[in-house]
């Protein structure tokens, strides 16, 4: 059978096809200059829209941690972590190589280093989050008031502002005493923040007795999108969205 050129070139590319070239999964970071925090208490998080036919939605991971320092104003150091919680800052540090937009290196893994710091996807009140945060991306609001009772929220592109909703690790553990970002006896109660209480909050013991108690939440924000092969979630890297204090339940 005699080939020309063109009928080998077509055909090498069918072969090609036929082995199942693996596709190259990408999704892009969220800038850190997209991101406005405001003290502790406020942050605009400006997300474009995903293009990859495979993206489906942002998410918000986070963790919250008890603590007897109070401030309104964070540097990303180690030492002003640690004055909020050493676990904050060893948490901090160990998710930041996969967060630094001038690295080259790509970790394939994002699920399982939330998963090891014990993060958790946030969930709004009354609404399914991945609704909210679609691939169209929009202009997040994050607020956390300080008055006391009142409920931190979500807005996005100027909407109704929504209530923010612990995790419960999909029934895995039990939020107390609500799923509400509230500073509370029973959120910043060390003996609480088990695997099956308050998993997503972590204990410092390193408050003197009789002391007031605080609670700040650290959150990550990342592109996410599905795997059209095994059907699992990938990541983009994470963007550190900032460290937030928990206004008092009453």
Same mark, same amino acid.
């Given at each position: =059978?005699?080939?020309?050129?063109?009928?080998?070139?077509?055909?090498?590319?069918?072969? =090609? *096809?036929?082995?199942?070239?693996?596709? #190259?999964?990408?999704?892009?970071?969220?800038?850190?200059?997209?991101?406005?925090?405001?003290?502790?208490?406020?942050?605009?998080?400006?997300?474009?829209?995903?293009?990859?036919?495979?993206?489906?939605?942002?998410?918000?991971?986070?963790?919250?941690?008890?603590?007897?320092? *109070?401030?309104?104003?964070?540097?990303?150091?180690?030492?002003?972590?640690?004055?909020?919680?050493?676990? *904050?800052a060893a948490d901090y540090s160990a998710i930041y190589p996969s967060t630094d937009p001038t690295s080259t290196s790509i970790n394939t893994a994002i699920g399982t280093l939330f998963r090891n710091r014990r993060y958790y996807?946030?969930? %709004?009140?009354?609404?399914?989050i991945r609704n909210v945060l679609t691939r169209n991306g929009g202009t997040l609001i994050f607020e956390f008031s300080t008055v006391p009772g009142e409920v931190p929220t979500l807005s996005l592109n100027a909407g109704t502002?929504?209530?923010?909703?612990?995790?419960?690790?999909?029934?895995?553990?039990?939020?107390?005493?609500?799923? #509400?970002?509230?500073?509370?006896?029973?959120?910043?109660?060390?003996?609480? +923040?088990?695997?099956?209480?308050?998993?997503?909050?972590?204990?410092?013991?390193?408050?003197?007795?009789?002391?007031?108690?605080? +609670?700040?939440?650290? %959150?990550?924000?990342?592109? =996410?999108? =599905?795997?059209?092969?095994?059907?699992?979630?990938?990541?983009?890297?994470?963007?550190?969205?900032?460290?937030?204090?928990?206004?008092?339940?009453?």
């Open positions: =059978m005699n080939l020309t050129r063109s009928s080998i070139i077509i055909l090498f590319a069918l072969i =090609m *096809l036929s082995c199942g070239l693996e596709e #190259y999964y990408y999704l892009e970071q969220v800038p850190e200059e997209y991101i406005e925090a405001e003290f502790v208490n406020k942050a605009t998080v400006r997300l474009p829209s995903l293009t990859a036919h495979y993206a489906t939605n942002y998410g918000i991971f986070y963790r919250i941690y008890i603590s007897g320092h *109070l401030t309104d104003s964070i540097q990303l150091s180690s030492a002003d972590l640690g004055l909020i919680n050493s676990t *904050l996807e946030l969930a %709004l009140d009354g609404t399914n502002p929504i209530p923010l909703f612990r995790s419960n690790g999909e029934g895995t553990f039990i939020p107390e005493p609500d799923r #509400y970002f509230f500073n509370s006896p029973d959120l910043n109660d060390n003996a609480k +923040t088990t695997e099956t209480i308050n998993a997503d909050t972590n204990p410092n013991t390193g408050i003197q007795e009789g002391a007031f108690r605080y +609670t700040y939440v650290s %959150l990550y924000v990342v592109a =996410m999108g =599905m795997d059209d092969r095994n059907f699992s979630t990938i990541f983009s890297k994470p963007t550190h969205i900032g460290i937030f204090k928990l206004p008092d339940s009453f």
